[in-house]
């Protein structure tokens, strides 16, 4: 069973042009991530949810915009994309406080996205 | 801020060797985790090892163990008996106890590990 999933795993897409990228996961985690990967591999944050409530809303343009439709479900929907939004993005969950393993993020297979 | 340095941007190691990779990190928390990730060429993040800082016991996971100095902010990662699977790009991560209310992962920029048949 796929732990963390998105959907899809490759989007090419021209410049202007909107598109959602869908993240699920079946850990009964309560928080969600997105972040974006470079094209020098740096990983950084862009949004966190808790419990379907922002919580992390890193510098990132008002193009971009997250929906959590229950704690499960984190989906990333862009505006107006730009050649400079090419990049990995990877959604990811954790459990937060509380033990042993908690805080520890789990990753989905990232979606790379490239924009023409 | 946070942040996590991994000095050396390439190594490599011959298949069956010990290589030993590299993090240090600062802080002004005392409660917090660190990780290192593994990416392989299929661009999967795949969780190679965790330590709680309140432990002073260096966490270990079969051919994959730390070197945690809480002191020094530092958090190297052994590979023993390497295989060709090892190869990848691995990334130390930091985030703070969650009772602090963050919930940020902060990276390093990576290794990238190249396994010498």
């Known amino acids: 069973d796929t732990a963390v999933s998105q959907t899809p795993k490759y989007l090419v897409t021209q410049m202007g042009n909107d598109k959602s990228i869908k993240c699920e996961q079946n850990?009964?985690?309560?928080?969600m991530y997105w972040y974006k990967q470079d094209s020098k591999k740096f990983l950084k944050i862009m949004f966190s949810?808790?419990?379907?409530?922002?919580?992390i809303n890193e510098t990132v343009p008002n193009r971009f915009s997250p929906k959590s439709p229950d704690k499960a479900h984190l989906n990333l929907h862009i505006n107006s994309l730009e050649l400079g939004d090419s990049a990995v993005y990877f959604c990811?969950?954790?459990?937060?406080?509380?033990?042993?393993?908690?805080?520890?993020?789990?990753f989905g297979p990232g979606t790379r996205l490239t924009v023409l | 801020a946070q942040t996590v340095t991994q000095s050396q941007p390439e190594m490599s190691v011959q298949e069956a060797e010990t290589v030993t990779l590299s993090c240090t990190y600062d802080?002004?928390?005392?409660?917090?985790?660190l990780f290192w990730y593994k990416q392989p060429p299929s661009r999967q993040m795949i969780l190679v090892i965790r330590?709680?800082?309140?432990?002073?016991q260096n966490a270990t996971e079969n051919r994959f163990s730390v070197n945690f100095q809480k002191a020094a902010k530092s958090f190297s990662l052994k590979i023993s008996d390497s295989q060709l699977g090892d190869a990848a790009m691995y990334f130390c991560?930091?985030?703070?106890?969650?009772?602090?209310?963050?919930?940020?992962?902060?990276f390093g920029k990576g290794t990238k590990l190249s396994v010498i048949p």
């Open positions: 990811a969950s954790s459990q937060v406080g509380g033990g042993a393993s908690t805080d520890t993020q789990y």
């Open positions: 850990l009964g985690h309560d928080t």
């Open positions: 949810y808790n419990n379907k409530e922002l919580i």
């Open positions: 802080t002004s928390e005392s409660d917090y985790y």
């Open positions: 330590q709680e800082a309140y432990k002073q």
């Open positions: 991560a930091y985030i703070p106890y969650s009772g602090a209310g963050s919930y940020q992962l902060t």
